[in-house]
Nanobody, 115 residues
Framework: QVQVVESGGGLVQPGGSLRLSCTAT????????MAWYRQAPGKQREFVAS???????NCADSLKGRFTVSRDNANYTAYLQMNSLKPDDTAVYYC?????????WGQGTQVTVSS
């Protein structure tokens, strides 16, 4: 059974940076598309960024230039580097691992951007 666990959230001041990590189990990790989503209070969950097993990346247009997704297959981990954070980036950030019939969500990690 595949498990997905996010970490790295916390409180950061506007303009600061955070790097989220997402570790996924399973022998097919190299093939997983790892995606990040976020959900702010009172809003729907929205796509943030993704990276395929072939290292193709995609990022929401509004976040390009500030957010970067990457992965380290040797450590079964995907990352979301977030720079120049704004209060509007405050949300629970979720990681998703998908491949074939696998589609697993993590429990989320809270990111709060506030002075």
């Amino acid at each position: 059974q595949v498990q997905v666990v996010e970490s790295g959230g916390g409180l950061v001041q506007p303009g600061g940076s955070l790097r989220l990590s997402c570790t996924a189990t399973g022998r097919f990790f190299n093939f997983y598309t790892m995606a990040w989503y976020r959900q702010a209070p009172g809003k729907q969950r929205e796509f943030v960024a993704s990276i395929t097993g072939g290292l193709t990346t995609n990022c929401a247009d509004s976040l390009k230039g500030r957010f970067t997704v990457s992965r380290d297959n040797a450590n079964y981990t995907a990352y979301l580097q977030m720079n120049s954070l704004k209060p509007d980036d405050t949300a629970v950030y979720y990681c998703n691992a998908a491949f074939s019939e696998i589609n697993v969500w993590g429990q989320g990690t809270q990111v709060t951007v506030s002075s």
